[in-house]
């Protein structure tokens, strides 16, 4: 048995972006991988499809891209 915590879906729980403020503009927002929640909910597992050298790393949930 395998104390190791396991993701619950497939899914993405969450996404991972590199954010670089501009002055007087609005930031500019890279996603750069996804997470996903632990089954006990307190954790996540990161992946990073890259590693950002400069700005913050934010993760959000996931909403529906409205046009």
Known sequence: MSNE???TSKS???YVY??????GQKGIWTRIGAA???QDNKGLN?????????????LR???EVKE
């Open 12 to 14: 993405p729980s969450h």
């Open 61 to 63: 949930v996931p909403s």
């Open 46 to 58: 990161v992946q990073l499809d890259a590693i950002p050298l400069d700005g913050r790393i934010t």
């Open 36 to 38: 996903w929640m632990h």
């Open 18 to 23: 590199q954010v670089r403020d501009r002055e």
């Open 5 to 7: 915590t396991t993701t």
